[in-house]
């Protein structure tokens, strides 16, 4: 078996069979509500991808390391991020409602215009869940669009192990970087900005809307970028993820993203959404409700942002 396959060869993926829910007693529904994921260890993933993909996924740390650097001075180096750190700037300079700054500062307190590299063990992880956990196969590589498949509005069309070596064709979130502004509709004002800021240049581009179930809503921008990694061949395309919220949905996305690592680690069980909703002591039940709920707000507070500005401008 090749590690790569392409739609010219299909095969039969091995789906498990949905019961009927006329079938099933309350002692399957409730089994079929327990939590959807094992917890496992990095060394684990680094294990089970190994095996996977008959690569030593380990002995790949230092080559990502030493490419995600080559990254994060070619895209800081492009013109589409001299365009990013323009728009940066004006909306530093420009005020809503008379005091309010158009954008604000990071969950972590950072106000400059910076780029973000993925960890190493951030991309096993998500190697680990591409290649093993939501690959509907156990034993075939999954079929994956390239970055360039999604600024093409292609669909998938090769399957194969993603690793560390190949991992800047399909993964989009290797790089990025964010803007936070303070109201719901400057998520649309300035999700246009960017898609502007992009197109300016004739840069490869896609984008992604955000509602999720989870209570994460956003707007994420990618703009593909020519990196060159010295090795005479040709330059490799990376994403760079520009992702635009509000500074409350940056804040639950820092807390959710730490809620996240425990259940993946196990100090924290992963329940499934219909058992969630009743379980109203849980973290991940408030993390995702007041997601929602804020989202609602937020258009509130637009609405309420807006009624002012009408009457400074009487």
């Known amino acids: 078996m090749t590690s790569t396959q392409t739609r010219g060869a ?8 949905v019961p009927d829910r ?6 399957h529904l409730e089994e079929a509500d327990s939590d959807a994921v094992e917890p496992i260890t990095y060394e684990a993933m680094v294990a089970g ?4 993909t008959e690569q030593d996924v380990a002995a790949q740390e230092v080559g990502f390391n030493a490419f995600q650097t080559s990254v994060q001075s070619s895209v800081g180096e492009s013109p589409l991020y001299d365009r990013l750190i323009d728009l940066h700037g004006k909306l530093v300079d420009e005020r809503l409602a008379g005091r309010i700054r158009a954008v604000e500062a990071w969950a972590d307190g950072t106000n400059e215009f910076k780029l973000v590299p993925k960890g190493w063990r951030s991309v096993v992880d998500k190697l680990y869940r591409i290649n093993i956990e939501d690959n509907p196969s156990d034993s075939l590589p999954p079929f ?7 600024a093409q509005r292609k669909q998938a ?20 970087t964010k803007f936070v502004v ?25 984008r992604r809307f955000h509602a999720k179930d989870s209570g994460y809503h956003a707007q994420h921008y990618y703009g593909l970028v020519p990196v060159d990694v010295g090795d005479e061949g040709e330059p490799r395309m990376v994403a760079l993820e520009i992702k635009i919220l509000t500074k409350m ?25 219909r058992k969630l909703a009743w379980q109203l002591g849980d973290p991940a039940f408030r993390a995702t409700y007041v997601g929602h709920a804020g989202h609602h707000l937020e258009s509130a507070i637009c609405e309420l942002k807006d009624a002012v500005m009408k009457i400074e401008g009487t």
Request: proline residues 7%; aromatic residues 6%; charged residues 25%.
């Open 10 to 17: 299909p095969h039969k993926l091995p789906y498990p069979r």
């Open 22 to 27: 006329g079938d099933m007693s309350d002692d």
């Open 49 to 52: 991808l190994s095996e996977r």
């Open 144 to 150: 994956i669009p390239t970055v360039l498949d999604s």
């Open 157 to 176: 069309t090769r399957q194969s192990w993603i690793t560390a070596t190949n991992a800047h064709e399909m993964i989009d979130d290797l790089i990025r």
């Open 182 to 206: 303070p109201f719901a509709d400057g998520v649309v004002d300035v999700g246009g900005r960017v898609a502007a800021a992009l197109a300016a240049g004739g840069t490869p581009r896609f």
């Open 249 to 273: 949905q940056d804040l639950l996305g820092e807390l959710t993203h730490l809620l996240y690592e425990k259940q993946r680690t196990g100090a924290v069980p992963t329940v499934k959404k």
